[in-house]
């Protein structure tokens, strides 16, 4: 897919699919938020019981990539599709979340650090 598409047109397309489908019906904000639950364990789930070693040689195999592909686009279309059906605006969302994460983590505490704001 063209990296140019919009969140915006993601949203319309995954609104047009899902209302052809009848789909507005299973998607109240649970079963949204437990869809990208789901998805992001099938996406752990590839990487179970793999080495960091085994999963970077695997993940230049284009059939194990596609399988990653799928379940992220299959996690995002549930952040899209949660986004959609209550109004949220991903950009400005993740744009306020990254500006509250550089206050948690400025750069002179943080840098080459792992450790969790409140450690
Ligand atoms: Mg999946």
């Given at each position: 897919?063209?990296?140019t598409i919009t969140l915006q047109q993601l949203k319309n397309q995954i609104e047009k699919f899902c209302s052809e489908r009848?789909?507005?019906q299973f998607h109240p904000p649970k079963d949204l938020a437990i869809g990208i639950s789901t998805e992001a364990n099938e996406l752990l789930d590839l990487f179970r019981f793999?080495?960091?070693?085994e999963i970077e040689k695997k993940l230049t195999t284009e059939e194990f990539k596609n399988k990653v592909q799928h379940e992220l686009a299959d996690v995002f279309f549930f952040v899209l599709r949660f986004a959609q059906k209550n109004n949220i605006d991903l950009?400005?969302?993740?744009?306020?979340k990254m500006k509250l994460n550089a206050e948690k983590y400025p750069v002179e505490t943080a840098k080459g650090s792992n450790k969790k704001y409140n450690e």
């Amino acid at each position: 897919m063209d990296s140019t598409i919009t969140l915006q047109q993601l949203k319309n397309q995954i609104e047009k699919f899902c209302s052809e489908r009848d789909w507005d019906q299973f998607h109240p904000p649970k079963d949204l938020a437990i869809g990208i639950s789901t998805e992001a364990n099938e996406l752990l789930d590839l990487f179970r019981f793999k080495t960091d070693l085994e999963i970077e040689k695997k993940l230049t195999t284009e059939e194990f990539k596609n399988k990653v592909q799928h379940e992220l686009a299959d996690v995002f279309f549930f952040v899209l599709r949660f986004a959609q059906k209550n109004n949220i605006d991903l950009s400005k969302a993740v744009d306020a979340k990254m500006k509250l994460n550089a206050e948690k983590y400025p750069v002179e505490t943080a840098k080459g650090s792992n450790k969790k704001y409140n450690e």
